[in-house]
Each structure stands twice: as C-alpha cells, then as structure tokens.
C-alpha cells in the first residue's frame, strides 16, 4: 500500500512507525503537518521519490529514519532546521548529493 496524505490530519500524533510494510510510492508533503510528531520510522519499505521538504517544519522530531527504501534525490536543506534531532538515518538509498552543511 502507500501512506495516504490523510496522515497529515493526525496532528496530535507523536509516534509514527511503519517500518517492513511492503509500503510504496512516496512520502507525502503533508508529514509536514504532523507538528507533534517525535518519532518518524519508514525504514525497510519501497518507499521512492524525493524527502519532502516539508520534514523541515517537524520541530518536534528527534528520530527520523528512511533508510533502505528506494528514495532519490537530494537531502532536503530543511532537514538542518530539526533542531531536536538526535538520530538520523538515510542509508540505504538511492540519495545524490552532498550532506546540505545546515544538517
């Protein structure tokens, strides 16, 4: 299946772990609505696309984790703006690019 952009009305929601789902297509944009959230795990899925900028707004966010999926592209800029984040966890993709010098 593929993460609905619904999920960006759960804006209570600290916890999001949907780690080995067989899940595919991309991130929705709207994650980045998802103000309270502390927790973003998606690893282990086919997840492609881009990371959507729109991570940036996730102030809240201390672990963020995409690794092996199939996600391409660039790190986001944005990402530099989680301040609170303490792990982050990229690997295992198809990501191009330096690391932006804000992370």
């Known amino acids: 299946g593929t993460i609905p952009s619904e999920v960006g009305t759960l804006i209570a929601l600290h916890y999001l772990a949907l780690p080995i789902n067989s899940l595919s297509g991309t991130i929705p944009s709207e994650v980045g609505n998802l103000s ?3 927790t973003l795990g998606l690893h282990l899925n086919s997840l492609s696309g881009t990371i959507p900028s729109e991570v ?5 966010l201390h672990y963020l984790a995409l690794p092996i999926n199939s996600l391409s592209g ?6 530099g703006n989680l301040s609170a ?16 010098s804000e992370v």
């Open 36 to 38: 309270a959230l502390s």
């Open 74 to 79: 660039t790190i986001p800029s944005e990402v």
């Open 85 to 100: 984040l303490s792990t982050l966890g990229l690997h295992l993709n198809s990501l191009s690019g330096t690391i932006p």
């Open 56 to 60: 940036g707004t996730l102030i809240a």
